[in-house]
């Protein structure tokens, strides 16, 4: 039922975002209406597929992998299927979405007319639309030739060649990196050479090599990347144009000979492949070269009898306002492209609407598109965001921009959501638009798109919006000055501490820049930037390392990431394996050696604005979006700072006491001590974690019952740790036995604590039914500690006035909070009050019960004879009383749905600040290690001891202003 109910919920959310509709729709189109559109893709781009289905009368089916169930497009289509592999296993994150038979199968049980592949996964796979056409399903596409044609980018250049398309010098398909060696030597393909998948496309599987030492480890990566991405490993070799600018032209065509194009857009800013910007059109391109262009991508795809929607790519060397500048011919994407929305904007033609018309038979001519009748009608600016590496997982706060002439197509997320970091790292794309094609509309555009990202709210994740306007404003993107170096020339716009002009000269050796290394021997956690997958291992134990060489490469967002070393030494552990799946908090590697010292000149920049922003928000603890900000520990950049200055005071970091105090006999001695103390304690609280004892929670089980702390882990997110607040309170003989005699239980009957669930703080509080079979610790003159208050009961007045100050209040019935009838599970007198007050309750069947008398009172009064569950069972009150919000067959669901609800709760805007404060996602370690304390407390409390050092290993960063 709670499925049902977010599945309409966050539909509704999904439509009511903003989304322009475009002037050429083809929504009075009727050829379509009632026919079923399979997508066989996942996040933004399903999304936009089931709006264009929508519009034009067609049920959206989606599909994911069971660990992808999470995903806004699931929820969003009219219906969804999970995705199993050959065995039935669940198939990874990646493996369901390319499981060709799975797919297919699933469109023969759905009765599915059109299958919308998207873009990546299987969208340029042959072998999935042969299968379909074998099966007399349509694909949204060309046809399965033409895939096999452009997908393999030897063949695809082969006809360039025959249609007087240029291209550049490249190699066949290459079998290993011995091959790649000799296609070098040879003088087939020079340098710089650039190393591409040959199924590939989106910037992904792509390597420069600029020296022959480059090419064993580049072709490695380059088909890992490429297997990982589109299921295929081969790759080829091409000549590197460099200082070029990426032009792409957007074509349609019916199959039937008649092709179109929606002119051309500049993809030129890009970062390692992947473009950040795109605009459309081109800006000040001179006439005659957009001609030449358009007439190369017209001409590539009437050779070949295209179908669909498609996109030819060209690398153009010289200025665009130049009519005889050269291009090349780079490759033809035969999907729709991410970037497909800003040449939508700029023409007004919605391409997916037109993709699916076209699959089910319409010709251009039918659908009013002729060469003549499509023009540009403005300028757009398409913006990428995307999450970058962070230690973040949960969205804090999430608010989309709106507003004239801004467009955002996303992947549907919402405060409080969890995005699966194993996917592409693509939030969504803010694209502005201006009337008219001239340079005061660009700049209209641009202007707009800047407060469209001030207004995109994305908290407790790290991204790149930052990076992006800080792209917007750079003086060569002004100037139009940009190519595809663009930023990998200028690194400090996605970093700004990489900025050249802090760096002071370093020391030299024969002319040679000398690396300066601190004396310290420091010891080395090495952490994943995000959650991802173990490609490699390049180090073992024992092995030397330096400063910036690779000990691990990771696999996440579909892309490959490098964990390299931050010093000069030795590894001496090596914790994970080719294969294992890591999070943010996994000790991967652990290295031991000496810091580099960078050599920084401050005086020029602690003055300017950046130096004073950024140190502003390392103070406040308040997160900027620059894709670095977790992450500055593995940055070669990292230098300690020793005073942030806030803007209005120098914080002072505190010093640590000398190493050897904390190794000598005497810090041997407190340790040894401190480790004695804080062992007992955990012994006493893993005591306290076993209940009543052996008897009562074998009883307890008996009855098919969790433990508390069992159900509480089952509600707050998946390796989060729940903050009990006095776990060893109610014990040490505070009840007493019917004769009168103490009993020495470990604790009282409540536990509590603070959790975190889907990122925001929960205050848990759990009856446990194994301690003296009750709800509750026994406190003496309960009644006078805590009296009535304002003739209202206890229960009533405290939940009533946390209403009152809208905090959101959730009870789960699965045990009783009174003595007698603990083993019915009920709520009974008081403890009824406690559901019925709270904004939403879920009850368990058959397990838990709610009623102000029991069966006894009701026979005693009126004779009558019923049992718990028909007087206050969970089919009582989730469908005649409505006491109950929520029916649960079993403690599981019961639990799982406690995290839906939670998850589903909005944001109090005006408590966002301080939630995000809170988040885990904003903590900056202390310096200095926190077990340092057992070796700093002394053995006598009578001793003292400097507080400060105490401070500094528990405070972010060890900063304390005293």
């Given at each position: 039922?709670?499925?049902?109910?977010?599945?309409?919920?966050?539909?509704?959310?999904?439509?009511?975002?903003?989304?322009?509709?475009?002037?050429?729709?083809?929504?009075?189109?009727?050829?379509?209406?009632?026919?079923?559109?399979?997508?066989?893709?996942?996040?933004?781009?399903?999304?936009?597929?089931?709006?264009?289905?929508?519009?034009?009368?067609?049920?959206?089916?989606?599909?994911?992998?069971?660990?992808?169930?999470?995903?806004?497009?699931?929820?969003?289509?009219?219906?969804?299927?999970?995705?199993?592999?050959?065995?039935?296993?669940?198939?990874?994150?990646?493996?369901?979405?390319?499981?060709?038979?799975?797919?297919?199968?699933?469109?023969?049980?759905?009765?599915?007319?059109?299958?919308?592949?998207?873009?990546?996964?299987?969208?340029?796979?042959?072998?999935?639309?042969?299968?379909?056409?074998?099966?007399?399903?349509?694909?949204?596409?060309?046809?399965?030739?033409?895939?096999?044609?452009?997908?393999?980018?030897?063949?695809?250049?082969?006809?360039?060649?025959?249609?007087?398309?240029?291209?550049?010098?490249?190699?066949?398909?290459?079998?290993?990196?011995?091959?790649?060696?000799?296609?070098?030597?040879?003088?087939?393909?020079?340098?710089?050479?650039?190393?591409?998948?040959?199924?590939?496309?989106?910037?992904?599987?792509?390597?420069?090599?600029?020296?022959?030492?480059?090419?064993?480890?580049?072709?490695?990566?380059?088909?890992?990347?490429?297997?990982?991405?589109?299921?295929?490993?081969?790759?080829?070799?091409?000549?590197?144009?460099?200082?070029?600018?990426?032009?792409?032209?957007?074509?349609?065509?019916?199959?039937?000979?008649?092709?179109?194009?929606?002119?051309?857009?500049?993809?030129?800013?890009?970062?390692?492949?992947?473009?950040?910007?795109?605009?459309?059109?081109?800006?000040?391109?001179?006439?005659?070269?957009?001609?030449?262009?358009?007439?190369?991508?017209?001409?590539?795809?009437?050779?070949c009898n295209y179908k669909g929607a498609g996109t030819v790519e060209f690398l153009v060397r010289g200025?665009?306002?130049?009519?005889?500048?050269?291009?090349?011919?780079?490759?033809?994407?035969?999907?729709?492209?991410?970037?497909?929305?800003?040449?939508?904007?700029?023409?007004?033609?919605?391409?997916?609407?037109?993709?699916?018309?076209?699959?089910?038979?319409?010709?251009?001519?039918?659908?009013?598109?002729?060469?003549?009748?499509?023009?540009?009608?403005?300028?757009?600016?398409?913006?990428?965001?995307?999450?970058?590496?962070?230690?973040?997982?949960?969205?804090?706060?999430?608010?989309?921009?709106?507003?004239?002439?801004?467009?955002?197509?996303?992947?549907?997320?919402?405060?409080?959501?969890?995005?699966?970091?194993?996917?592409?790292?693509?939030?969504?794309?803010?694209?502005?638009?201006?009337?008219?094609?001239?340079?005061?509309?660009?700049?209209?555009?641009?202007?707009?798109?800047?407060?469209?990202?001030?207004?995109?709210?994305?908290?407790?994740?790290?991204?790149?919006?930052?990076?992006?306007?800080?792209?917007?404003?750079?003086?060569?993107f002004l100037a139009n000055r940009v190519n595809t170096s663009f930023l990998a020339d200028n690194p400090?716009?996605?970093?700004?501490?990489?900025?050249?002009?802090?760096?002071?000269?370093?020391?030299?050796?024969?002319?040679?820049?000398?690396?300066?290394?601190?004396?310290e021997k420091i010891r080395f956690e090495l952490t994943p930037p995000m959650t991802g997958n173990v490609?490699?291992?390049?180090?073992?134990?024992?092995?030397?390392?330096?400063?910036?060489?690779?000990?691990?490469?990771?696999?996440?967002?579909?892309?490959?990431?490098?964990?390299?070393?931050?010093?000069?030494?030795?590894?001496?552990?090596?914790?994970?394996?080719?294969?294992?799946?890591?999070?943010?908090?996994?000790?991967?590697?652990?290295?031991?050696?000496?810091?580099?010292?960078?050599?920084?000149?401050?005086?020029?920049?602690?003055?300017?604005?950046?130096?004073?922003?950024?140190?502003?928000?390392?103070?406040?603890?308040?997160?900027?979006?620059?894709?670095?900000?977790?992450?500055?520990?593995?940055?070669?950049?990292?230098?300690?700072?020793?005073?942030?200055?806030?803007?209005?005071?120098?914080?002072?970091?505190?010093?640590?006491?000398?190493?050897?105090?904390?190794?000598?006999?005497?810090?041997?001695?407190?340790?040894?001590?401190?480790?004695?103390?804080?062992?007992?304690?955990?012994?006493?609280?893993?005591?306290?974690?076993?209940?009543?004892?052996?008897?009562?929670?074998?009883?307890?089980?008996?009855?098919?019952?969790?433990?508390?702390?069992?159900?509480?882990?089952?509600?707050?997110?998946?390796?989060?740790?729940?903050?009990?607040?006095?776990?060893?309170?109610?014990?040490?003989?505070?009840?007493?036995?019917?004769?009168?005699?103490?009993?020495?239980?470990?604790?009282?009957?409540?536990?509590?604590?603070?959790?975190?669930?889907?990122?925001?703080?929960?205050?848990?509080?759990?009856?446990?039914?194994?301690?003296?079979?009750?709800?509750?610790?026994?406190?003496?003159?309960?009644?006078?500690?805590?009296?009535?208050?304002?003739?209202?009961?206890?229960?009533?007045?405290?939940?009533?006035?946390?209403?009152?100050?809208?905090?959101?209040?959730?009870?789960?019935?699965?045990?009783?909070?009174?003595?007698?009838?603990?083993?019915?599970?009920?709520?009974?007198?008081?403890?009824?009050?406690?559901?019925?007050?709270?904004?939403?309750?879920?009850?368990?069947?058959?397990?838990?019960?709610?009623?102000?008398?029991?069966?006894?009172?009701?026979?005693?009064?009126?004779?009558?004879?019923?049992?718990?569950?028909?007087?206050?069972?969970?089919?009582?009150?989730?469908?005649?009383?409505?006491?109950?919000?929520?029916?649960?067959?079993?403690?599981?669901?019961?639990?799982?749905?406690?995290?839906?609800?939670?998850?589903?709760?909005?944001?109090?805007?005006?408590?966002?600040?301080?939630?995000?404060?809170?988040?885990?996602?904003?903590?900056?370690?202390?310096?200095?290690?926190?077990?340092?304390?057992?070796?700093?407390?002394?053995?006598?409390?009578?001793?003292?001891?400097?507080?400060?050092?105490?401070?500094?290993?528990?405070?972010?960063?060890?900063?304390?202003?005293?």
């Amino acid at each position: 039922m709670l499925r049902s109910i977010l599945h309409s919920t966050t539909k509704r959310l999904n439509q009511q975002r903003q989304h322009s509709t475009l002037p050429q729709s083809f929504a009075h189109d009727t050829s379509l209406r009632n026919k079923t559109i399979l997508i066989a893709n996942r996040g933004e781009i399903s999304l936009r597929i089931q709006r264009a289905a929508a519009a034009l009368g067609c049920k959206s089916v989606a599909v994911c992998a069971e660990r992808d169930l999470d995903s806004p497009h699931v929820e969003s289509a009219d219906e969804y299927v999970v995705l199993k592999d050959e065995s039935g296993g669940d198939g990874g994150a990646i493996g369901p979405y390319l499981n060709v038979e799975a797919l297919t199968k699933v469109c023969i049980e759905r009765g599915v007319d059109l299958v919308h592949p998207g873009y990546g996964f299987l969208s340029e796979s042959s072998q999935f639309a042969q299968s379909l056409q074998d099966n007399n399903i349509g694909w949204v596409g060309p046809n399965p030739s033409i895939l096999q044609l452009f997908g393999d980018k030897i063949q695809a250049r082969a006809l360039a060649v025959r249609s007087d398309v240029p291209v550049v010098r490249g190699s066949d398909n290459l079998k290993s990196g011995e091959e790649v060696l000799d296609v070098l030597e040879s003088g087939m393909v020079g340098l710089p050479a650039i190393m591409k998948a040959a199924y590939g496309g989106g910037g992904r599987g792509m390597r420069i090599l600029r020296s022959t030492s480059d090419a064993l480890p580049s072709y490695k990566s380059c088909q890992r990347e490429a297997l990982t991405a589109f299921g295929r490993s081969e790759v080829f070799l091409e000549e590197y144009w460099e200082n070029t600018k990426h032009i792409e032209v957007q074509i349609l065509a019916d199959g039937c000979g008649n092709v179109v194009h929606l002119y051309e857009r500049d993809c030129t800013v890009q970062n390692r492949h992947q473009k950040v910007i795109e605009l459309a059109p081109s800006r000040e391109i001179h006439p005659e070269l957009r001609q030449r262009l358009l007439d190369c991508a017209v001409t590539l795809a009437r050779s070949c009898n295209y179908k669909g929607a498609g996109t030819v790519e060209f690398l153009v060397r010289g200025e665009l306002s130049n009519p005889e500048s050269e291009f090349v011919f780079m490759e033809v994407n035969p999907r729709v492209q991410v970037e497909h929305t800003v040449t939508e904007e700029a023409t007004g033609v919605d391409i997916v609407q037109a993709q699916l018309l076209i699959a089910g038979g319409r010709t251009l001519e039918e659908l009013g598109l002729v060469q003549d009748n499509i023009r540009l009608r403005q300028h757009s600016v398409q913006a990428r965001i995307t999450m970058m590496p962070g230690k973040g997982e949960v969205l804090d706060f999430y608010q989309e921009p709106s507003g004239d002439g801004v467009r955002c197509d996303t992947a549907g997320w919402y405060t409080s959501f969890k995005p699966n970091q194993q996917y592409d790292p693509l939030i969504g794309k803010v694209i502005c638009s201006a009337g008219g094609v001239t340079t005061e509309a660009f700049e209209e555009a641009r202007t707009k798109t800047m407060k469209a990202l001030d207004d995109f709210k994305i908290e407790g994740i790290a991204n790149n919006i930052d990076a992006v306007k800080r792209i917007l404003t750079h003086p060569d993107f002004l100037a139009n000055r940009v190519n595809t170096s663009f930023l990998a020339d200028n690194p400090e716009i996605l970093d700004p501490r990489k900025a050249p002009s802090t760096r002071k000269q370093q020391p030299t050796d024969h002319g040679v820049a000398k690396r300066v290394y601190s004396e310290e021997k420091i010891r080395f956690e090495l952490t994943p930037p995000m959650t991802g997958n173990v490609l490699e291992v390049r180090k073992k134990v024992g092995d030397e390392v330096d400063v910036g060489e690779a000990v691990v490469v990771l696999s996440a967002m579909k892309i490959e990431t490098e964990m390299v070393s931050p010093v000069k030494g030795i590894v001496t552990e090596i914790n994970v394996s080719a294969g294992d799946q890591v999070s943010g908090d996994d000790v991967v590697a652990v290295l031991e050696g000496h810091e580099e010292i960078k050599i920084m000149d401050t005086s020029s920049i602690e003055n300017s604005t950046m130096y004073q922003a950024n140190n502003a928000s390392s103070a406040s603890g308040l997160q900027l979006s620059d894709p670095t900000i977790d992450v500055w520990r593995d940055s070669d950049d990292f230098v300690p700072q020793h005073n942030v200055n806030d803007g209005f005071l120098a914080v002072q970091t505190l010093s640590s006491i000398p190493h050897k105090q904390l190794v000598d006999a005497k810090a041997q001695e407190r340790r040894k001590r401190n480790e004695t103390l804080r062992d007992e304690l955990d012994s006493k609280l893993k005591s306290v974690k076993l209940g009543g004892g052996e008897t009562a929670v074998a009883k307890h089980r008996e009855r098919g019952k969790m433990l508390p702390r069992e159900r509480i882990a089952n509600i707050i997110d998946p390796g989060s740790a729940f903050l009990e607040i006095g776990s060893l309170a109610g014990g040490n003989e505070l009840y007493t036995s019917d004769d009168g005699k103490n009993i020495d239980l470990p604790s009282g009957g409540v536990v509590a604590g603070i959790g975190l669930v889907h990122g925001r703080e929960v205050m848990i509080v759990a009856n446990d039914a194994t301690v003296k079979d009750s709800g509750g610790a026994y406190l003496p003159m309960q009644a006078e500690v805590f009296p009535d208050r304002e003739h209202f009961g206890r229960i009533f007045f405290n939940q009533a006035k946390m209403s009152a100050a809208g905090i959101p209040q959730l009870a789960v019935v699965l045990v009783c909070a009174t003595m007698r009838v603990m083993s019915q599970g009920s709520c009974t007198a008081g403890g009824a009050y406690v559901p019925s007050m709270c904004d939403e309750s879920v009850i368990v069947h058959k397990n838990g019960t709610i009623f102000l008398a029991g069966p006894p009172l009701v026979k005693a009064a009126t004779q009558e004879v019923v049992s718990a569950e028909e007087l206050g069972g969970a089919n009582v009150h989730t469908s005649i009383s409505g006491v109950a919000d929520h029916f649960a067959q079993d403690e599981p669901s019961a639990l799982k749905k406690v995290r839906q609800i939670v998850g589903a709760l909005p944001v109090d805007p005006q408590l966002r600040s301080s939630v995000s404060r809170n988040s885990s996602s904003f903590v900056e370690e202390p310096l200095y290690p926190l077990s340092d304390l057992l070796s700093i407390i002394p053995e006598d409390n009578r001793i003292p001891f400097d507080v400060r050092q105490i401070v500094a290993r528990v405070v972010d960063g060890s900063r304390f202003h005293e």
